[in-house]
């Protein structure tokens, strides 16, 4: 993903915690071995864990950014909630799915592969 098609506000998916809201970028002092550093972040607001509680937010470093892609639907995603079933649920249904697809795509190559075609006349002078 690159980071200047994003624009707080937009829409993204995380593989492993779902659809939440870009907010923008975030610089955070970390502690490592060496003392403290400062490392820049990406921010996503998801839908909050309890009601009338503000929105969760994760911060992803920009070393994980392949964990994230922008959201391409039409409509506007429901926002999903950090450590929720809702997006586990979803993405198995989209695995069985694709399933289906791809056992219906072998069926059909099998039922083509099998049967015999028609083999044309050779051409005369008038074609």
Do not use: C
């Amino acid at each position: 993903m690159d980071l200047l098609d994003l624009k707080p506000g937009d829409f993204v998916v995380h593989e492993q915690h779902g659809i939440g809201k870009f907010i923008g970028m975030r610089q955070r002092n970390v502690k490592t071995s060496n003392g403290e550093a400062t490392r820049e972040y990406l921010e996503i607001e998801y839908a909050p864990s309890k009601r009338n509680a503000p929105a969760d937010k994760l911060f992803i470093p920009t070393d994980q950014l392949d964990l994230v892609s922008k959201y391409i639907g039409a409509e506007i995603p429901k926002l999903n909630k950090l450590g929720g079933a809702d997006w586990a649920a979803t993405k198995e249904k989209a695995r069985k799915a694709v399933q289906e697809v791809a056992q219906d795509l072998i069926k059909l190559y099998s039922a083509r592969a099998s049967s015999s075609g028609f083999a044309f006349s050779a051409d005369t002078p008038w074609q």
